[in-house]
T-cell receptor, first 113, second 115 residues
Framework: AQSVTQLDSQVPVFEEAPVELRCNYS??????LFWYVQYPNQGLQLLLK??????LVESINGFEAEFNKSQTSFHLRKPSVHISDTAEYFC???????????FGTGTRLTIIP | KAGVTQTPRYLIKTRGQQVTLSCSPI?????VSWYQQTPGQGLQFLFE???????NKGNFPGRFSGRQFSNSRSEMNVSTLELGDSALYLC??????????????FGSGTRLTVV
């Protein structure tokens, strides 16, 4: 069985400040890892994913996440946030051969002007 | 390329009624999954269909069922609605049986309110 833990339910950050949203996973097998973003009254949008290869993955809007196998983590970071980044962020894991995504409980990112 | 389309967007039903939600995946995507999102339980997996067959099922009661048609469109049905079934129901489609193609694409969801 796999599980995903997002340690912070809410993260307030000043505009243009850096942010890190934490995600840890547990699984007995290899996993694929994802970050999804959900804006108010919308569905989930894929932000970035780790499948294999380079442990540092980047999105087109400045977010990046690093897969750390020894610490079983996949933290999401951005060096400078904008008001438009206000949303809920979900970390998810999927075991190889299993089509079921296991989600964390989400982190609500609030940007303070 | 059209995204994942879920209909209706909003729905209000009375306890005891049944409801059917629809999901049209991205053209060419053969895997469709359903998730329930609530403030208390977060995002929970309901079931996944591939080529009209249910391949995975989450821990939901038998009142929750689904099906997939030959054109990959999927429906989910909830019978004998309870207040606790109020949630955002999200559908996700994927190109292959694995996520190597790029992961799941989610629809905007159907918000079901049971009164």
């Amino acid at each position: 069985a796999q599980s995903v833990t997002q340690l912070d339910s809410q993260v307030p950050v000043f505009e243009e400040a850096p942010v890190e949203l934490r995600c840890n996973y547990s699984s007995s097998v290899s996993v694929y890892l994802f970050w999804y973003v959900q804006y108010p009254n919308q569905g989930l949008q894929l932000l970035l994913k780790y499948l294999s290869g380079s442990t540092l993955v980047e999105s087109i809007n400045g977010f990046e996440a690093e897969f750390n196998k020894s610490q079983t983590s996949f933290h999401l970071r951005k060096p400078s946030v904008h008001i438009s980044d206000t949303a809920e962020y979900f970390c998810a894991a999927l075991s190889f051969g299993n089509e079921k995504l296991t989600f964390g409980t989400g982190t609500r990112l609030t940007i303070i002007p | 390329k059209a995204g994942v389309t879920q209909t209706p967007r909003y729905l209000i039903k009375t306890r005891g009624q049944q409801v059917t939600l629809s999901c049209s995946p991205i053209s060419g995507h053969r895997s469709v999954s359903w998730y329930q999102q609530t403030p208390g339980q977060g995002l929970q997996f309901l079931f996944e269909y591939f080529s009209e067959t249910q391949r995975n099922k989450g821990n939901f009661p038998g009142r929750f069922s689904g099906r997939q048609f030959s054109n990959s469109r999927s429906e989910m049905n909830v019978s004998t609605l309870e207040l606790g079934d109020s949630a955002l129901y999200l559908c996700a489609s994927s190109q292959t049986t694995r996520t190597l193609s790029g992961g799941y694409t989610f629809g905007s969801g159907t918000r079901l309110t049971v009164v």
